[in-house]
Nanobody, 116 residues
Framework: QVQLVESGGALVQPGGSLRLSCAASGVTFSSYTMRWYRQGPEKERELVAGIASADGSTNYADSVKGRFTISRDNAKNTVYLQMNSLKPEDTAVYYC?????????WGQGTQVTVSS
């Protein structure tokens, strides 16, 4: 049974920081490409950041580049999203995903709210 569990979401003031975590179980974690997505209210889900399984290469949405950092710890079966200089428009439910070939899995999400 594959399970992805996100944590770390919170209410934070603009300019603040958060670190989200996504813990995976039931998978060979090191074989999966890991990604963070987000979906704000009344908005479509968008890709925020990704990190490859092989060489650990990363990619980011233009809206978060320079502010967010994705990383993974294969020994802990966990992927992280460090979020700095948060803006109100970053408010969303953040989801992690794991993909290998035709297999893809999603977590349940964690709420991030950026507001004064």
């Amino acid at each position: 049974q594959v399970q992805l569990v996100e944590s770390g979401g919170a209410l934070v003031q603009p300019g603040g920081s958060l670190r989200l975590s996504c813990a995976a179980s039931g998978v060979t974690f090191s074989s999966y490409t890991m990604r963070w997505y987000r979906q704000g209210p009344e908005k479509e889900r968008e890709l925020v950041a990704g990190i490859a399984s092989a060489d650990g290469s990363t990619n980011y949405a233009d809206s978060v580049k320079g502010r967010f950092t994705i990383s993974r710890d294969n020994a802990k079966n966990t992927v992280y999203l460090q979020m700095n200089s948060l803006k109100p428009e970053d408010t969303a439910v953040y989801y992690c995903s794991a993909k290998m070939g035709i297999f893809a899995f999603w977590g349940q999400g964690t709420q991030v709210t950026v507001s004064s």
